[in-house]
């Protein structure tokens, strides 16, 4: 059973550009999350999509945006990037069943903003 | 809102030794309990849950976790360390099954030989 498919690995931009990562999850797997990772902020959820559903939401700013698709893959978009955008990028998927096992996460996505 | 604390940045321990990594949660009814494990330039992986039931956890790669109610505590354990360890620990929460997990900063833990 394939595991959750993130692309691409590594990804630089230049502040100002705009980037969209994309998100594959297990087949099956109804609710896809996206989270940043950095250093200092630790994990931060950023948001969840379930049936093509926006179903929760963290506390980013509107340049921080994301879909799914029928097929459930995901894409999240941000705009007018800054240096402080500089992240891994995670999502990870579930069965949407309650969680019942958890989230499966994906490597990652690499952004660099230079 | 809830929030989930690691109180140790880092945990060194000698290979053979047992661990405990702290987790402690702010949380209002019973909440749905993680930890991961995350290795250097990888995603993170799901070590044990904890929704409901006996409150001592089993998990992958020998770690278990005991939820304390009273102390709003879910600490990991594992009786002894291997080299293969070292990595960074995640606890988490969510309130409840359609709810967001949020992360603690995180634990890393440092293996001697």
């Known amino acids: 059973k394939a595991g959750v498919t993130q692309t691409p690995r590594y990804l630089i931009k230049t502040r100002g550009q705009q980037v969209t990562l994309s998100c594959s999850p297990i087949?099956?797997?109804?609710?896809v999350s996206w989270y940043q990772q950095t250093p200092g902020q630790g994990l931060q959820f950023l948001f969840e999509y379930f049936s093509e559903t926006q179903r929760n939401k963290g506390n980013f700013p509107g340049r921080f945006s994301g879909r799914q698709f029928s097929n459930s893959r995901s894409e999240m978009n941000v705009s007018t990037l800054e240096l402080g955008d500089s992240a891994l990028y995670l999502c990870?998927?579930?069965?949407?069943?309650?969680?019942?096992?958890?989230?499966?996460f994906g490597s990652g996505t690499r952004l660099t903003v230079v | 809102a809830q929030s989930v604390t690691q109180p140790d940045i880092h945990i060194t321990v000698s290979e053979g030794a047992s661990l405990e990594l702290r987790c402690n949660y702010s949380y209002g009814a019973t909440p749905y309990l993680f930890w991961y494990v995350q290795s250097p330039g990888q995603g993170l992986q799901l070590l044990l849950k904890y929704f409901s039931g006996d409150t001592l956890v089993q998990g992958i790669k020998g770690f278990e976790a005991e939820f304390k109610r009273s102390q709003s505590s879910f600490n990991l354990r594992k009786p002894s360390v291997h080299w293969s360890d070292a990595a960074e620990y995640f606890c988490?929460?969510?309130?409840?099954?359609?709810?967001?997990?949020?992360f603690g900063k995180g634990t890393r833990l440092h293996i001697l030989p």
């Open positions: 087949s099956g797997h109804r609710s």
């Open positions: 990870a998927s579930s069965s949407g069943r309650g969680r019942d096992y958890g989230y499966t």
């Open positions: 988490a929460v969510g309130e409840n099954r359609d709810d967001k997990i949020i």
